[in-house]
């Protein structure tokens, strides 16, 4: 398992390190262990300078999971609410896959059992 997280147009700060250390790398501990390697890319971003108020912050996340990526993104003017939201995609994501490599393997015992009888 890698991670590696990215700052791209501003200093990444020991604080914002902490918060993706905090929210980001828990949700690996929601993908069973037999479905490694694992890859996470964190990237946090300030956006193009030209905004007419504030700053617009992104969080990008990317997780390689047996050569399956699941994506997040998020744009907020807080880096802190951006990161918080990519979590809750992330989440939502991994569930999602979860689901379907059980559906998917079910169908494949069936599969199995199927060809057995014959």
Request: aromatic fraction near 4%.
């Amino acid at each position: 398992m890698s991670t590696k997280i990215k700052a791209t147009n501003f200093d990444l700060t020991p604080s914002i390190q902490l918060a993706i250390e905090k929210k980001i790398e828990p949700l690996l501990k929601l993908i069973p262990a037999k479905m490694a390697p694992i890859e996470l890319e964190v990237e946090v971003a300030k956006i193009d300078p030209r905004h007419q108020k504030g700053d617009v912050f992104r969080a990008e996340v990317n997780l390689v999971i047996k050569g399956d990526v699941l994506r997040a993104e998020s744009a907020k003017e807080d880096i802190f609410m951006a990161i918080n939201e990519v979590k809750d995609k992330m989440q939502v994501l991994i569930a999602k896959y979860k689901t379907k490599a059980e559906v998917a393997k079910r169908s494949q015992r069936k599969v199995k059992e199927k060809i057995r009888e014959v």
